[in-house]
């Protein structure tokens, strides 16, 4: 349990840095909304997402999408990499 508790302290104190990272054209000029759990998104399509398939372990994604509306979107998440912390 310790553990967990370590990483999850980890991952806390770093996503702040890693979130100054921004992915590119179609989101310019578009307010960054920070996912939090049980957050209703209307996504009809997505348009760019940060390519997380290099890195390893848990890493923060940009979305940028368009509703059911029309309006275009940007939210910021985090998920894991795509890459085995075994393979490098």
């Known amino acids: 349990?310790?553990?967990?508790?370590?990483v999850s302290a980890v991952i806390s104190s770093l996503a702040p840095m890693a979130f100054a990272e921004d992915v590119g054209?179609?989101?310019?000029?578009?307010?960054?909304?920070?996912?939090?759990?049980?957050?209703q998104l209307d996504v009809a399509s997505v348009l760019e997402r940060t390519d997380n398939s290099g890195k390893s372990g848990v890493v923060p994604t940009i979305m940028v999408?368009?509703?059911s509306q029309g309006e275009l979107h940007?939210?910021?998440y985090l998920e894991w990499g795509g890459k085995s912390s075994q393979n490098g």
């Open 65 to 67: 999408y368009r509703d």
């Open 74 to 76: 940007k939210v910021r």
């Open 25 to 39: 054209k179609a989101g310019h000029g578009i307010p960054v909304e920070n996912y939090h759990y049980g957050m």
């Open 1 to 6: 349990m310790k553990i967990a508790t370590v």
